[in-house]
């Protein structure tokens, strides 16, 4: 890898994928370009200089004399802004994705769940708080066993042995990464389209040619794999590449749904965008496009041993001091005692199909064994 010699006049570097190379070199007529796409990482378009003393010929002198590495191959570094082409000359916002984090269950705005981070607070008998821990992450419990820690431990240690009953304890942000049957909850991810602006109001809408009708969506294979927040079934990957990155094309109601507009509120048909706050939290005060939410199944290798995460991830003492889920240390629960706390770190890509945005979530495995 070296930088483009921009010395003269080269403007473009294009180079195949690593798939693209692995079918040219096998020579068995697999090889056909299809598609291409164009990007401009590394581009600062604030070195535009309008005002420079020698002319208009050296507005874009400095951007043009960027050090700017040669392409490369490998997808999941490569192409992190990509371009594209929109006939029209009045668009002053582009849509953005965000995460939707809320702790709103409602069926009513087409959201299964709650879209949260991790989230565990514990509480003693008389009710007082004895435990709080929250991360910017969505975590996912690999197996029954870890999630019914979570969920059923108490920090108090005034009952040990699983005596108290989940609602004792406030649990968001843990996805259960195994097949929970008529036990599944309705934690879930959650990501909204839209334009984040208050200089265009929300009820005008997105334009139809900016919004997101598919979702491009990219996770570590030996780790997890997608399904909707409606039931178990895992969805059929697109694709894995050379580094085991699956990419899954979800278009279906099961995952992509559109965002209510302002005048879809429930409060006496009122359009105030503020009406929304309760009954469909946004992260947009412009214009909405659409939503995509999504679970996590965690691969039968986590689920089934601890090899990978020793690999690739970190352990702990299930009850160690400042633990991962605020555990008692020394309680004396034989739902942690003696037990370790594995963790493994990584991020889960979505991509809008249409726009090319990309926005990367935060996920954590973690198994208790």
């Known amino acids: ?12 570097d294009a180079v195949l994928t690593d ?42 002198l400095e951007v043009l004399q960027t050090p700017i590495l040669e392409a490369f191959t490998n997808n999941a ?20 994705l965000k995460l939707n984090k809320n702790d709103v269950d409602s069926d009513t705005v087409g959201q299964n769940g ?8 514990d509480k003693d008998v008389a009710g007082a708080v004895t435990s709080a821990k929250s991360d910017p992450k969505f975590y996912i419990a690999v197996d029954q066993d870890t999630f019914g820690a979570l969920l059923y431990y108490r920090t108090s240690g005034a009952a ?12 968001r942000g843990v996805i259960q990464g195994y097949n929970a049957g008529a036990d599944q909850r309705k934690d879930l991810v959650r990501i909204d389209q839209g334009l984040d602006t208050d200089q265009i109001a929300a009820l005008l809408g997105l334009d139809s040619d900016l919004v997101e009708t598919s979702f491009i969506i990219e996770m570590d294979y030996r780790l997890g794999r997608l399904k909707p927040v409606a039931n178990d079934q895992v969805a059929p990957v ?39 706050v309760s009954t469909d939290p946004q992260v947009f005060k412009g214009p909405r496009g659409s939503t995509v939410q999504f679970r996590i199944q965690a691969s039968q290798e986590l689920n089934s041993s601890t090899y990978l995460f020793t690999q690739l991830g970190s352990s702990e003492d299930a009850d160690a001091a400042n633990n991962l889920f605020g555990f008692l240390t020394g309680g004396n629960d034989k739902l942690v005692d003696g037990k370790t706390t594995y963790y493994l770190d990584t ?3 979505v991509i809008g199909a249409n726009t090319g945005f990309r926005l990367d979530i935060p996920v954590r495995y973690v198994k208790i064994a």
């Open 160 to 171: 040990p042995d699983n005596s108290y009953g989940p609602g004792e304890v406030k649990l």
């Open 77 to 96: 570094a490569s192409l992190k802004t990509r371009l594209m082409s929109i006939s029209r000359t009045n668009i002053l916002f582009m849509p953005i």
């Open 1 to 12: 890898m070296a930088f483009l010699d921009n010395s003269g006049d080269i403007i473009l």
């Open 19 to 60: 798939t693209g190379r692995l079918r040219l070199a096998q020579g068995d007529g697999s090889f056909k370009v299809t598609r291409f796409a164009l990007g401009d990482d590394e581009i600062n378009y604030g070195l535009y200089n309008k005002d420079h003393a020698s002319g208009s010929a050296y507005y874009d």
């Open 114 to 121: 709650y879209s949260k981070t991790f989230q565990r607070e």
């Open 238 to 276: 697109n694709f894995i590449d050379d580094d085991n990155i699956a990419t899954y094309y979800v278009t279906s109601a099961d995952y992509v749904n559109t965002v209510r507009a302002p005048a879809d509120a429930n409060n006496a048909g009122s359009k105030k965008q503020e009406d929304l």
């Open 347 to 349: 991020t889960i890509r």
